[in-house]
């Protein structure tokens, strides 16, 4: 098991790809906080899902888009758990609209999760470690628009290529430390966030036609990735961004 004994943060871990992630970190030995913006069922069945893949936790309530929030989270997390070693910032969200018609509330509530919530979130973690013994690793959940343009979600995109940049910018910046810091970046996933583009059969059949794998990414896939670069197997990996996607984001071809 790749993660014994070690302690991990995932946010936005009540469904979706983040439940995935914690399932995952907990069937490699470790201990996980599970973070929701509300305390709820999701969250409690994705502690028990760890719990039954042999792993243990607890559930933390709160909305990481504010900072006192993400510092109280990981207050909790090491209060409860005693320690924290990785931080997955997991949680997202999206909202669709034509650049012309984004409005200010939208757009703050995509920056205020997706940027600021990762933002915040790895300050207090990194605050942690400096104040322990040092070394930690940190996962972001960024995407494929992390590079690539998505017409209608320019916030998003705006958003996870900033996750980018924060990224390498903290892998650099956190290294003395002994923190890694790393993205990974999922293409089409089945989960919530994309539910209306996957019920639609004809913008699903031209999604899939875009994959060279030709198929959707599974939470697993990503959890997988995620479990990589927080492990030690990963020790000498920091400041890039491993990309699950099917091959959708390079994926060219003439007639
Ligand atoms: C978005 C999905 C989208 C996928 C591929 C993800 O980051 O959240 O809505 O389908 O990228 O474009």
Request: negative net charge; proline residues 3%.
């Amino acid at each position: 098991m790749r993660l014994q004994g070690k302690v991990a943060l995932v946010t936005g871990s009540g469904r979706g790809i983040g439940q995935a992630i914690a399932v995952r970190l907990a069937r490699e030995g470790a201990r996980v906080a599970v973070e929701d913006r509300s305390d709820n069922a999701a969250a409690e069945e994705t502690l028990a899902e760890v719990r039954d893949a042999g792993g243990d936790g607890c559930v933390i309530a709160g909305d990481i888009s504010t900072p006192e929030v993400d510092r109280d989270v990981v207050a909790q997390a090491v209060a409860t758990l005693g320690r924290l070693d990785v931080l997955v910032n997991n949680a997202g969200i999206e909202k669709r609209a034509d650049f012309l018609d984004v409005t200010e509330g939208d757009f703050d509530a995509v920056l205020g999760v997706n940027l600021r919530g990762a933002f915040f979130a790895t300050q207090a973690f990194a605050r942690h470690v400096r104040d322990r013994d040092g070394g930690g690793a940190v996962v972001n959940v960024s995407s494929v628009h992390e590079e690539l343009p998505f017409p209608h979600f320019a916030s998003y995109a705006a958003s996870k290529g900033a996750v980018k940049m924060l990224m390498r910018n903290l892998a650099i910046e956190l290294a003395p430390l002994g923190i890694r810091v790393n993205n990974v970046a999922p293409g089409a996933v089945k989960t919530p966030i994309n539910a209306a583009l996957l019920s639609n059969k004809a913008e699903l059949d031209a999604l899939l036609a875009n994959i060279p794998l030709r198929r959707l990414g599974r939470p697993e896939d990503v959890a997988n990735a995620v479990a990589f670069l927080a492990s030690e197997e990963a020790a000498y990996v920091t400041g890039t961004t491993l990309f699950v996607d099917g091959g959708l984001l390079w994926n060219y071809s003439e007639q």
